[in-house]
Nanobody
Framework: QVQLVESGGGLVQAGDSLRLSCAASGSTFSTYAMGWFRQAPGKERELIAAIKRSAINTYYADSVKGRFTISRDNAKNTVYLQMNSLKPEDTAVYYC????????????????WGQGTQVTVSS
């Protein structure tokens, strides 16, 4: 069983930056792929960034490409999402997720989920 706890959300203004963190329990973290999803009110949850265990391979949705960066520290069992140039449309609940290796990086099929952290971007 893997437990994920997100932190770092908050209320910011357009153009600001935030860094989300996701701390994972368990010894399998370094072997698992990690992803960040978000869900805005009235919209479906979408995968916005993912990273393989090696941290060399990453995936970004077009909506965040060039502004967000996913990274991981396997020694700390933590994955990060650096969000720059935030826009009001980035307002959503952000979720961290993990899954065993094997699926394509852009796959939305994840096994374990955090509880989510709210990010609100005002104009």
């Amino acid at each position: 069983q893997v437990q994920l706890v997100e932190s770092g959300g908050g209320l910011v203004q357009a153009g600001d930056s935030l860094r989300l963190s996701c701390a994972a329990s368990g010894s399998t973290f370094s072997t698992y792929a990690m992803g960040w999803f978000r869900q805005a009110p009235g919209k479906e949850r979408e995968l916005i960034a993912a990273i393989k265990r090696s941290a060399i391979n990453t995936y970004y949705a077009d909506s965040v490409k060039g502004r967000f960066t996913i990274s991981r520290d396997n020694a700390k069992n933590t994955v990060y999402l650096q969000m720059n140039s935030l826009k009001p449309e980035d307002t959503a609940v952000y979720y961290c997720a993990s899954r065993p290796p094997g699926a394509e990086l852009g796959s939305s099929q994840y096994t374990y989920w955090g509880q989510g952290t709210q990010v609100t971007v005002s104009s």
